[in-house]
């Protein structure tokens, strides 16, 4: 029996991109269904979803990454897939590699599998000051859960239904990525990467600039510090 596979794609301001990212995952992933989650967009992204019949959920406040990548977890639970996978609605991640990852999540067993920008480190590498702030949340994190991710940051992960059952329970609102990786390995996850190339941004600005940025650096630091000491025995 073939598995139910969904595509999460959480947008806010992605009007110039999102109509592209869908065409290119229905192109080269036709076997995904997909999910956009409009997370109260001040432009034109909830015209062009609802223009094009794009499916999607129009959050009625802006929730953040976390929040909207964790409504599209619901989602998958209430309609019962077996798997998703996150894809940023910028036209960063190529869809073609949804099914390498599906593949390795798969034949390895993993609950999660992260695509992985710095594995065989080609296509866009990000800036040099995220590059070493992406390095110290892989210190951090092995140092914290006992493993190591090259790519703690990267958006591109598929999960499997129990992943997805715990996400949709409790997953990080501000910058979700580092400290889920940390959830996932303290809750005995079992999470593996592939490599992948990503692109630039193809549209719209990133939310983190230099301002934000250092806080984003202190909130995860603490926020990974947090959860490496808390109980995981209800996972």
Not at 60 to 80: K, M, S, T, W
Request: with cysteine.
């Amino acid at each position: 029996m073939s598995l139910r596979k969904l595509v999460i794609i959480p947008a806010y301001n992605e009007g110039e991109a999102i109509k592209a990212t869908v065409d290119a995952i229905r192109s080269k992933a036709p076997s995904f269904d997909i999910i956009v989650v409009n997370d109260h967009s001040s432009d034109n992204t909830g015209d062009i979803l609802a223009a094009n019949s794009i499916p999607a959920i129009n959050l009625p406040v802006n929730l953040g990454i976390g929040g909207a990548v964790q409504a599209g977890y619901i989602y998958g639970v209430r309609n019962d897939y077996d798997l998703a996978v996150q894809v940023d609605g910028d036209g960063q991640h190529d869809p073609e590699y949804l099914e390498i990852l599906e593949k390795a999540l798969i034949e390895k067993k993993a609950d999660i599998c992260i695509g992985s920008r710095f594995i065989d480190k080609e296509g866009f590498q990000s800036t040099s000051l995220r590059r070493g702030g992406i390095r110290y949340f892989t210190w951090l994190i092995r140092l914290l859960g006992g493993k190591e991710i090259t790519d703690p940051t990267s958006g591109m992960r598929m999960i499997n239904r129990r992943t997805m059952e715990l996400w949709a329970k409790d997953y990080p609102r501000d910058f979700p990525e580092p400290e889920s990786c940390l959830m996932a390995l303290k809750s005995k996850l079992k999470v593996v990467e592939v490599p992948v190339i990503m692109k630039a941004r193809q549209g719209g600005r990133s939310s983190i600039h230099l301002l934000k940025g250092a806080y984003y650096m202190i909130k995860v630091t603490f926020a990974l510090i947090l959860e490496g000491v808390r109980s995981h025995d209800d996972a």
